[in-house]
């Protein structure tokens, strides 16, 4: 049902960097904000970035955000072990009406 | 600190209805800046977004669950709830209430409650 496509995973060693791409379309990304999750294992979601490249307090600025016509990116440098999670970007949808997540990316540590 | 936390049953029947209550705390649920939400996420899928409120009580639903889903508020209560009906086992998930801006920022969480359906 996702209609934001994210990479299944990626990985990188400790201290290198990785990103993570959000590809939408027109009706999503193109035209609306998007945000971005870090979800622990066993625990929810936590707000990243906001509209487009914000990051809220206490988010270290390791993390960045990026959009450019109808896709998104997420930056994370300087890789830790306890970035090993899932990433999922969001976006409103206005041909749907809809909140719409992505299809989430397990980022691993190696 | 504004915190949010689900409750409701752990294990619900098929055709039945879900209904679970998200408990805000630390903050009222009339702000003006803010929407109420609920979002789920199946075992081992992806977030799916089922809806959201506003304090006044203006709601907007998924479409492709909106003729099952109802997100009513009562704000005496500083909380606000789900009810989906006619349940079955694809509706198993991790349900979480959550916060979000108008811009779609959903920036407090709670720490999600599991459904099973099940007989």
């Known amino acids: 049902q996702s209609v934001l496509t994210q990479p299944p995973s990626v990985s990188a060693a400790p201290g290198q960097k990785v990103t993570i791409s959000c590809s939408g379309s027109s009706s999503n990304i193109g035209n609306n904000y998007v945000s971005w999750y870090q979800q622990l294992p066993g625990t929810a979601p936590k707000l990243l970035i906001y509209?487009?490249?914000k990051r809220p307090s206490g988010i270290p600025d390791r993390f960045s955000g990026s959009k450019s016509g109808t896709s998104a990116t997420l930056g994370i440098t300087g890789l830790q072990t306890g970035d090993e999670a899932d990433y999922h970007c969001?976006?409103?949808?206005?041909?749907?009406?809809?909140?719409?997540f992505g299809t989430g990316t397990k980022v691993t540590v190696l | 600190q504004l915190q949010l936390q689900e409750s409701g049953p752990g294990l619900v029947k098929p055709s039945e209805t879900l209904s679970l209550t998200c408990i805000v705390s630390g903050g009222s649920i009339s702000s003006s800046s803010y929407y109420w939400a609920w979002v789920r996420q199946p075992p081992g899928q992806g977030l799916q977004w089922i809806g959201s409120?506003?304090?006044?009580?203006?709601?907007y639903y998924n479409p492709f669950l909106k003729s099952r889903v109802t997100i009513s508020v009562d704000t005496s209560r500083n909380q606000f709830s789900l009810k989906l009906n006619s349940v079955t086992a694809a509706d198993t998930s991790v349900y979480y209430c959550?916060?979000?801006?108008?811009?779609?920022?959903?920036?407090?969480w709670g720490q999600g409650t599991t459904v099973t359906v099940s007989s």
């Open positions: 969001a976006t409103w949808d206005s041909s749907l009406s809809a909140h719409v």
């Open positions: 409120i506003y304090y006044s009580g203006t709601t």
């Open positions: 959550m916060r979000h801006t108008t811009h779609g920022a959903m920036d407090v």
């Open positions: 509209e487009n490249d």
